[in-house]
């Protein structure tokens, strides 16, 4: 598994509820990444971090949130969670020129 | 800004087949690029990554930098390969990973 471990992996929440996912990592990779994956679209990036403390946004980063205060945890927030961040949710983490190591996957479902 | 193009969504080969997967990007850069493959219920994982330019699983892929293309190849495919296929490319500026939308692999027995 790479080291990589998200919580929870499967969750069902309000509209309008916040929603914290973690990323737990054990291997130091310096780079951490977020994703969401709907058909269709394809993965694509939330917010990433390139060192604690260190973000930034990707191409769907609204509504999105992220904290970073050690190289094992990268925390994604919805602030107030909407029908259309129903989603399978991805953590990814990488170091230097190597390939990127992913997450189980966080199934959120809003209602 | 950096862009993966995968225009096939869905495609299905006979088993014994050829296998293109098409893969184009757009970045101002020298790119990195990778192929990631999802198999049912399993998390991502490499499949190949073109500055080693090895062969995975019978999987190769060429980086033409003038078509701007990154294609993945298997001269037979097999019922096994039968998965989902992400192209992606790395900024080494920035260190943003971008992924296309990939292409579900169905191979046809």
């Known amino acids: 598994d790479a080291g990589i471990t998200q919580s929870p992996r499967h969750k069902v929440t309000e509209t309008g509820t916040p929603v914290t996912l973690r990323c737990h990592q054990t291997?130091?990779?310096?780079?951490m990444y977020w994703y969401r994956q709907d058909p269709g679209h394809g993965l694509r990036l939330i917010h990433y971090s390139y060192g604690v403390k260190d973000t930034d946004k990707g191409e769907v980063s609204d509504g999105y949130s992220v904290s970073r205060s050690k190289t094992e945890d990268f925390l994604l927030t919805l602030e107030s969670a909407t029908s259309s961040q129903t989603s399978v949710y991805f953590c990814?983490?990488?170091?230097?020129?190597?390939?990127?190591?992913f997450g189980q996957g966080t199934r959120l479902t809003v209602v | 800004a950096q862009r993966v193009t995968q225009p096939e969504k869905l495609l299905s080969v006979f088993k014994g087949a050829p296998v293109e997967l098409k893969c184009n990007y757009s970045y101002s850069g020298s790119p990195e690029l990778f192929w990631y493959v999802q198999y049912s219920r399993q998390r991502l994982q490499l499949l190949l990554r073109h500055i080693s330019r090895e062969s995975i699983k019978g999987f190769t892929a060429d980086l033409n930098k003038g078509e701007t293309s990154f294609h993945l190849k298997k001269p037979f495919a097999q019922e096994e390969d039968s998965a989902m296929y992400y192209c992606a490319l790395v900024n080494f500026g920035n260190e943003k990973l971008t992924f296309g939308t990939g292409t579900r692999l169905t191979i046809i027995p």
């Open positions: 990814a983490a990488r170091t230097g020129y190597d390939e990127a190591f």
């Open positions: 291997e130091n990779h310096r780079y």
